[in-house]
């Protein structure tokens, strides 16, 4: 698509997400919640979100229509945005034209309560501490270029436009490093065993488990024994959960794979946006007894997806009308992402951090499922889980069930 100075056609996947969040009420959105070490006055964080709007240009982008298509337009970054005392349970829901929105207030005895949502066009899962970490840089001062430092940097570049390389192994398990290793059960020093549970208060159906860095650490090891992810295992628990939950024997796993390190020009693609694939696979679900043999199965089926998945180059036409498509099945569905370990991407602010979590909007339309985002922040695993179409119980239901696989109890006991 031809575009002005200042402007471009969203991608495939960009224009994808786009239409998935307009098409099925916010589908797709990411909030991110933490909380600060310290108090800040209110004009202290207007500032620092201004400083941080001129570091972050991706912030500043609008996505308007244009002859074909979706179009992403650079302007002046507008208004702070920020809200100081914001009532609790406000909805999180990106509105107009801004891709973004950012809440602040008073947390526990001493610190400052933050809650960032972002626009799946403009950030994925992969990404999100790359945006958190500038707005940390402003608020504590650290050194970084503003507005006038980056007044004339291009918009991030079009990865329908570069050269994919495909990839190996996606699933973890059949690739490098996959080799079964003994499980050592033990206590890490100084690390107690926690219950699994969050104390915090979600959404409506949002649910989270964190677990100790020492718990973390023991799933980890019993994964790696039994040569298993830590994700792919707590996906099959899921999609079983949500088998037996719908009265389906199949059903279909979205993962989300980071494509940053699979293109040629990969030098052009900056950390913050959404390059992202979704792996889909329909895996057989629901079955009680081996979930590790499950677990390894259905790896071998995401993976090899994984392998024969190719971005697409279609008009935004035909994305809109498969997001109308998708938005009518009926078919059970989850969709999975691994985002890792957020400590390095948020340097020295990670010990000023804590209850740092993301949580994937599942929206609204499509066949009944869940979203499960998975990160890892100071050793502690936390698996945050938002579903949709799903009864009242469900979400108690799913984060007893994760929890008792997360923390390896009962019926998951170690080998």
């Known amino acids: 698509m031809s575009a002005g100075e200042g ?37 202290r964080v207007e500032r620092a979100v201004r400083r941080w709007l001129g570091r972050l240009p991706l912030l500043s982008l609008r996505i308007t229509g244009a002859d074909g298509g979706l179009c992403f337009r650079q302007g002046a970054p507008t208004g702070a945005h920020s809200l100081l005392g914001a009532p609790p349970g406000t909805d999180d829901e990106v509105a107009g034209e801004r891709l973004w929105r950012l809440r602040a207030g008073p947390g526990p005895a001493g610190t400052t309560r933050f809650r960032l949502t972002l626009h799946p066009a403009i950030c994925d899962a992969y990404s999100v501490g790359r945006v958190v970490r500038p707005l940390l840089d402003a608020l504590f001062d650290t050194p970084g270029p503003d507005a006038a430092d980056r007044a004339t940097e291009a918009l991030p570049p079009d990865t329908d436009e570069l050269t994919y390389e495909s990839g190996g192994c ?39 488990v964190t677990l100790t860095p020492y718990e973390s650490r023991r799933l980890r090891e019993w994964c790696r024994a039994g040569r298993v992810t830590v994700s792919g295992f707590l996906t099959t628990v899921l999609a079983d959960a949500l088998a037996r939950e719908t009265g389906r024997a199949e059903v279909t796993v979205a993962t989300a794979m980071s494509l940053r390190r699979r293109y040629a020009e990969r030098t052009l693609i900056a950390e913050p946006g959404c390059v992202l694939g979704l792996v889909k696979a329909r895996l057989s679900a629901g079955a009680g007894g081996d979930a590790l043999g499950r677990a390894r199965a259905n790896a071998a089926v995401l993976c090899s997806a994984g392998r024969a998945w190719r971005p697409e180059r279609r008009a935004h036409a035909g994305i809109r009308h498969a997001v109308e498509r998708e938005a009518k099945a009926r078919g059970p569905e989850v969709r999975v ?32 499922g869940g979203s499960l985002y998975l990160s890892t922040f100071k050793g502690a695993l936390t698996a945050a889980l938002s579903s949709h179409g799903l009864g009242e119980s469900w979400s108690a239901r799913a984060e007893r069930e994760l929890s008792e696989a997360a923390l390896l109890r009962p019926a998951f006991s170690p080998l």
């Open 337 to 368: 992402v691994d985002a890792g370990s957020v400590d390095t991407t948020l340097g020295p602010h990670a010990a000023r951090i804590t209850g740092l979590r993301t949580v994937a909007a599942r929206g609204a339309g499509g066949g009944p």
């Open 7 to 43: 402007e471009r056609g969203l991608s495939d996947t960009e224009a994808a997400f786009a239409y998935t969040h307009a098409l099925m009420r916010g589908s797709g959105r990411l909030t991110t919640s933490f909380t600060v070490r310290g108090t800040f006055a209110p004009e």
């Open 170 to 208: 996606v699933c973890g398990v059949c690739g490098p490093g996959a080799a079964a290793v003994p499980y050592r059960e033990g206590r890490g020093h100084g690390q107690g065993r926690g219950d699994g549970r969050t104390s915090e208060a979600m959404a409506p159906g949002v649910v989270a």
